[in-house]
Structures are given as structure tokens and as C-alpha cells.
């Protein structure tokens, strides 16, 4: 049953023949069942190919976006917002692809190594992240070279790749760092995406005019002044939303440094008092948005970060052993599928009622289980299937796992 929603969607890709279709299946779980590191020599240890066969077939190439979309729409909620995340890989070796120095939130600093910018579908209605395509970005000295800059190369990213996303969602989100007029402008001109976002507590905002035209000579008066954040004009904003937690408020506004007018979700967190603790700026480019939506899909957006923490920590994103650029752009993105499909077979197959809180470290131990179990049974001859053997046998494969139904 977990095979056959693979092979349905592998089966009608263009250009993945027969061996290939049953490789991935056999990779995909061989990235749950691994224990340790996961590289090209635990590879050849723990699978049925050997070690060349691995390293051979991850220079070939495979559609990560396509299949990854198809998982997504068949086990997914239908409402998304498209999240983009650049993260740090810890990577060393002179003739590694892309090596250079990238900032490392974990750490706060530039760091020596890789980066791979990652696009997910957060499914607001299921609040989780399903992996899309990762992208390795080249080495600051390689942009330099083709007078690119970081937040460009982005941009053009995010500007290829958009009619893809568009099937799955009209909606981008981002951190508050892309918040700048290059990528705002080109993405939400050049494609038909509008980007959700934050933008900094001292961000220029100024109310939009409304009053008649006094019929002098020169240019219409368009603003009327300059936005506290701390103290929002009321006659411009409207409650949105409102509880113990948390107020919102809404009202179109130009923001000064986008040179745009936006839809402004302006959340000021509320302590037991009701007394502000802080507020944040959040916005959209899409003026029909609802404040509430703005600050919900932002929200959401954090759920890619737990995508690249359970991809660190149970199916070895940072441990892969080649230098090159196609072995490199596989070994993150099989990384990162792997993790869709475990919550795609053990989570969102589930109805939400029934759904405890997904968890990587449990399905390592779960397939790991059956690995060994599987093994037994090739070397003693035992036939699994026998009546008497069934209740042992899920007893066996479920020792020491924990929050998951199989």
C-alpha cells in the first residue's frame, strides 16, 4: 500500500523508466531505514545495490518538482502557500560545487559551505510542509563573476519557476529579508504570484489620501502622513481580528521602500493583561487579502524549517559524500522527498481527528525495525505470511516507536 502511491505517480512521469521507478521506491525508504549517516558507503551496507550503483544512478537526472507536486496534490488539503528558505549545509572539501561562505541561521554568521535554497508547500489547512525542489545556490564569487547578486539570483529563481508553483498557489511567502523592492517588484510583475511577508518594525508607511481634490494647480495630494506603528490611526485601520492573544489590524498603505501600496496586517501580541507586548508588520502585495489570511500564511510559513530539521537530523541532508553538482542536487532533494513522503504515509493519510504530532525519529525506528525483520526472514527461510506469525509480527516492527499509526 505505501509502494503503490509511489509507483501511481512515477508511472505516469515522462522519462523514468522501469529501473529507475523501482530504484527511487527502494531510495526513498532506504533513507528511513539507514541508521547513522547517511552517505553512498552506508548505502552499499544497508541496501540491495551496491555502493557504485548508488553513486552511479544519482548523477542521473529526475524530476524532483513534478513528483513532488503530484504527492502533494494527492495527499494534500488543495489550500497552500508557497514558502522559499535558503539553508545552510555544513559541507567541507576544496572541489566541492558551490562551496563558499553562507549565512548559517543556526549560528547567527557567514559560515564555510553550501547552501540550498528550498521551495515547499505549506498546507495552511494541515499546518505542515511538503518538500517542492531545492535549489543549490552557486558560491558568492561565481555571482560576483556574472554580476549577480544573492537577492537577484533569488529573484530569477523564484521569476523560472513561478508558472510551476502558480498550479499549486497564487501566494509566495518569505521572510522579512526578501522584503526589498528588487524582488518584490520583479516577482509580482513578472509572474502572476503575489508575495506574503514581514517588513521591519521601522519600516516608512504612509496612509493613503482621501479627501476631495482641492482643485489647486501641481500634483494631487496621495498621502497623509507617516504611520506609528505603536499608535495606528483608526480612522485608516479596522480590527480584523481579535482575542486574547493576539489583534489585528488591516488597511491598504504605501510602503515607502517597496514603492507600492499593500495590504498591511499590522499584529500587535498581547500579554494576560491585554497589554501590548510587541508588534509586527506583515503584508501582501494582494490588496483582497485578508489581514487574517496575511498573518496565518506567514505563520505557516515556519513549517519549511521544520522540513530542513527533520531532513537534518533523520534522512542526512548535510552527509552527502560527492563534490559534484548533480550528485549534490539529488542527495538534498531525495533528502527532503524522503521526509514528504513518510507525512504523506503515516500523517496526512490519517484522518485529522486520529493524527498525533508527526514525528521522523519514530518512523527511523519503525522501518529500521522492518529492515531487520525482513533480513531475518531471508536468512531463516520463514514465510511472514503465515496466520500465526501476523500479530508478532506488527509487534516486532512497532518496538520503541512511538506516536505512529502503521
Same mark, same amino acid.
Request: charged residues 20%; contains cysteine.
Given at each position: 500500500?505505501?509502494?503503490?502511491? /509511489?509507483?501511481?505517480?512515477?508511472? %505516469?512521469?515522462?522519462?523514468?523508466?522501469?529501473?529507475? #521507478?523501482?530504484?527511487?521506491?527502494? /531510495? +526513498?525508504?532506504?533513507?528511513?531505514?539507514?541508521?547513522?549517516?547517511?552517505?553512498?558507503?552506508?548505502?552499499?551496507?544497508y541496501g540491495k545495490y551496491n555502493e557504485?550503483?548508488?553513486? #552511479?544512478? +544519482?548523477?542521473?537526472? +529526475?524530476?524532483?518538482?513534478?513528483?513532488?507536486?503530484?504527492?502533494?496534490?494527492?495527499?494534500?488539503?488543495?489550500?497552500y502557500v508557497i514558502a522559499f528558505d535558503p539553508t545552510h549545509i555544513r559541507k567541507s572539501g576544496k572541489s566541492t560545487f558551490g562551496k563558499g561562505k553562507f549565512w548559517s541561521g543556526c549560528d547567527s554568521a557567514m559560515k564555510q559551505g553550501l547552501e540550498v535554497g528550498g521551495f515547499a508547500a505549506c498546507d495552511i489547512d494541515n499546518a505542515t510542509a511538503l518538500h517542492i525542489e531545492g535549489f543549490q545556490t552557486p558560491s558568492l564569487t561565481a555571482l560576483k563573476k556574472e554580476d549577480k547578486t544573492l537577492?537577484?539570483?533569488?529573484? !530569477? /529563481?523564484?521569476?523560472?519557476?513561478?508558472?510551476?508553483?502558480?498550479? /499549486?498557489?497564487?501566494?509566495?511567502?518569505? !521572510?522579512?529579508? +526578501?522584503s526589498k523592492y528588487h524582488f518584490i517588484e520583479n516577482v509580482c510583475t513578472k509572474t502572476n504570484m503575489h508575495i506574503v511577508s514581514r517588513l521591519r518594525d521601522d519600516a516608512h508607511l504612509r496612509y493613503l489620501f482621501r479627501g476631495?481634490?482641492?482643485?489647486k494647480q501641481g500634483r494631487p495630494k496621495q498621502y497623509d502622513g507617516k504611520v506609528d506603528s505603536e499608535n495606528p490611526d483608526l480612522n485608516y485601520f479596522k480590527v480584523a481580528y481579535s482575542d486574547e492573544k493576539i489583534r489585528i489590524y488591516e488597511a491598504n498603505l504605501n510602503a515607502k521602500a517597496l514603492k507600492r501600496t499593500i495590504k498591511l496586517a499590522l499584529t500587535q501580541f498581547l500579554d494576560e493583561k491585554g497589554k501590548v507586548l510587541r508588534t509586527k508588520?506583515?503584508?501582501?502585495? !494582494?490588496?483582497?487579502?485578508?489581514?487574517?489570511y496575511i498573518v496565518k500564511y506567514y505563520q505557516n510559513r515556519f513549517q519549511i524549517e521544520f522540513l530542513y530539521r527533520d531532513a537534518n537530523q533523520f534522512t542526512g541532508l548535510e552527509q552527502c559524500q560527492a563534490r559534484?553538482?548533480?550528485?549534490?542536487?539529488?542527495?538534498?532533494?531525495i533528502s527532503l522527498t524522503t521526509v514528504s513522503i513518510m507525512k504523506a504515509l503515516h500523517h496526512l493519510?490519517?484522518?485529522?481527528? !486520529?493524527?498525533?504530532?508527526?514525528?521522523?525519529?519514530?518512523?527511523?525506528?519503525?522501518?529500521?525495525?522492518?529492515?531487520?525483520?525482513?533480513?531475518?526472514?531471508?536468512?531463516?527461510?520463514?514465510?511472514?505470511?503465515?496466520?500465526?506469525?501476523?500479530? %508478532?509480527?506488527?509487534?516486532?516492527?512497532?518496538?520503541?516507536?512511538?506516536?505512529?499509526?502503521?
Open positions: 500500500m505505501e509502494n503503490s502511491i /509511489l509507483f501511481t505517480i512515477l508511472q %505516469k512521469m515522462p522519462f523514468v523508466g522501469k529501473w529507475q #521507478r523501482v530504484f527511487l521506491v527502494h /531510495l +526513498f525508504f532506504l533513507f528511513v531505514q539507514i541508521q547513522g549517516r547517511i552517505n553512498f558507503m552506508q548505502m552499499g551496507r557504485s550503483s548508488y553513486r #552511479r544512478n +544519482f548523477s542521473k537526472s +529526475f524530476d524532483f518538482q513534478h513528483f513532488n507536486k503530484k504527492l502533494i496534490e494527492t495527499v494534500g488539503s488543495s489550500h537577492l537577484s539570483y533569488y529573484t !530569477d /529563481l523564484w521569476i523560472k519557476n513561478a508558472e510551476s508553483f502558480e498550479q /499549486l498557489s497564487a501566494y509566495g511567502c518569505v !521572510d522579512a529579508y +526578501f476631495e481634490p482641492t482643485g508588520l506583515y503584508f501582501c502585495t !494582494d490588496l483582497s487579502l485578508p489581514a487574517w559534484d553538482k548533480e550528485k549534490l542536487y539529488f542527495h538534498f532533494n493519510n490519517l484522518p485529522k481527528e !486520529d493524527r498525533k504530532s508527526f514525528s521522523m525519529a519514530s518512523l527511523k525506528v519503525l522501518y529500521n525495525n522492518e529492515l531487520l525483520l525482513n533480513m531475518f526472514f531471508d536468512a531463516f527461510g520463514i514465510n511472514p505470511k503465515q496466520h500465526i506469525n501476523n500479530p %508478532k509480527l506488527n509487534q516486532i516492527r512497532n518496538f520503541g516507536v512511538l506516536n505512529v499509526k502503521t
